[in-house]
């Protein structure tokens, strides 16, 4: 949902590569059409916020990704730190929290992270199934901004906005 609704062909995504999950989230958001560059770190270990910034200054990005726990190496990842470089190039964060929501701290507004999402079925410890995500004003913002439709009708934000905000006023809808 994150991919479908904030990237589109041309997007360009620096993707915070520490195992399996950050490579399928490159493979995720290419399929929506964003050029991607992955910024490496040795097997085990996470690239530092540093790290990020020098490959952020190297080029313009749209959108950084973020593993907060990558299951497949158990590297966490310095999600205040990442986030703070990203904004200060403007590009939006992502973060993957489905192995650590519940587990680790996330200060998505103090941290100014613009995309949570997790589910069910790893540190939250449910049945699998139920996909959980936040998007915070920017994001919307950029989605509103898009030149293209969100290929996927059930992942648009615009189909489910309407009936969260009847909802948070209190009508039917
Ligand atoms: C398990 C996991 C996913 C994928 O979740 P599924 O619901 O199993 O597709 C994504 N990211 C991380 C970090 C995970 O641990």
């Not at 020098?54 to 497949?72: E, I, K, N, Y």
């Not at 200060?88 to 941290?111: I, K, N, S, T």
């Not at 009708?153 to 039917?172: G, N, T, V």
């Amino acid at each position: 949902m994150a991919a479908a609704n904030l990237v589109e062909p041309g997007t360009r995504a620096l993707i915070v590569d520490t195992g399996w999950f950050s490579a399928r989230m490159a493979e995720i958001v290419s399929r929506y059409g964003a050029e991607v560059v992955r910024v490496e770190a040795k097997v085990g270990s996470a690239p530092t916020a540093d790290d990020v910034a020098a490959a952020l200054a190297r080029g313009r990005f749209d959108l950084v990704t973020v593993t907060h726990v990558d299951t497949s190496t158990g590297v966490r990842a310095d999600v205040e730190g990442i986030a703070r470089v990203a904004k200060a190039h403007g590009a939006l964060v992502v973060v993957d929290g489905v192995c650590a929501a519940a587990a680790e701290v996330l200060r998505m507004q103090a941290w100014d992270v613009d995309v949570a999402l997790t589910a069910s079925q790893k540190a939250i410890g449910a049945p699998p199934g139920l996909a959980l995500l936040l998007a915070r004003p920017a994001a919307l913002a950029r989605h509103r901004a898009r030149k293209t439709k969100v290929p996927s009708l059930y992942l648009d934000f615009a189909e489910w906005l309407p009936i969260m905000e009847a909802y948070e006023a209190q009508r039917p809808s």
